[in-house]
């Protein structure tokens, strides 16, 4: 079972907690959190959910003037931190429960 250690939620998970971590250390310069923090996770996602939904706001929108796109890309920077922060936690559960299971197996 060792070989199924490393899959695609725990290179997800790793990839939300290292932006996370990255976003906390330029903001905040001492995290309060232990290593397997969940609130890694959620911060990363709520920043690559922003940067994604503002870009996805700003190239739907009509590009007659640039207040709507603007708008667009707030609103769609907003809408994509709500969602990243869902997806962060629930990549960080399923991520847990595998390795969970992986080590009830180990122990068989």
Do not use: P, Q
């Given at each position: ?25 330029v903001v905040v310069r001492k995290a309060g959190c232990v290593e ?66 992986l080590k009830s197996l180990d122990s068989k």
């Amino acid at each position: 079972m060792k070989g199924l250690r490393f899959g695609a939620w725990k290179a997800l998970n790793a990839t939300l907690r290292s932006v996370g971590k990255g976003v906390t250390w330029v903001v905040v310069r001492k995290a309060g959190c232990v290593e397997e923090c969940v609130a890694y996770a959620m911060i990363g996602g709520a920043v690559l959910g922003a940067v994604c939904g503002a870009a996805t706001g700003f190239a739907f929108l009509d590009h007659s003037g640039a207040r709507v796109a603007i708008e667009g890309a707030i609103l769609g920077g907003l809408l994509g931190i709500c969602i990243g922060i869902g997806f962060g936690a629930s990549v960080d559960t399923v991520e847990t429960n595998i390795e969970d299971v992986l080590k009830s197996l180990d122990s068989k």
